[in-house]
């Protein structure tokens, strides 16, 4: 009965952390950059992002903040990107043909991974 209980609540456990972040990939631009879609979202010293149609939900995604975090490499170019977290605001749309969920900016991208690498695996949630 008590490893009953145990496994169903490792079970529990393990889903929860599942449903806390969604997976995807992000990318990063270059300097400068003048967002368009969410006009007035920007302020200066937020880290700043580009929502691809996964999140982007017809602007509603405008000034969301995401939190994305370097889970791994999309090539060998750099086998092991990952530096950390970020906290990114929206403010532009990403369009379809976007490589990635979040297109970065450069300062944000290089908070979570070495840019060399140019594209990588995420996990990231809403904060």
């Known amino acids: ?22 997976t995807g990939t992000a990318t990063f631009y270059t300097p400068s950059y003048v967002p368009s879609a969410c006009y007035g979202y920007q302020d200066k010293g937020v880290m700043i992002a580009a929502a691809s149609d996964v999140i982007w939900d017809n602007r509603v995604a405008c000034g969301r903040r995401y939190s994305v975090t370097c889970t791994g490499p999309t090539n060998q170019v750099v086998p092991q990107p990952c530096r950390g977290s970020v906290v990114v605001t929206i403010v532009d749309y990403c369009p379809a043909s976007c490589a990635a969920t979040f297109d970065l900016s450069q300062e944000a991208f290089t908070i979570i991974a070495d840019p060399n690498a140019g594209k990588v695996q995420i996990e990231y949630h809403q904060v």
């Open 1 to 22: 009965m008590v490893n009953t209980i145990l496994l169903a609540a490792v079970t529990l456990l393990g889903l929860a952390s599942l449903a806390a972040a969604d």
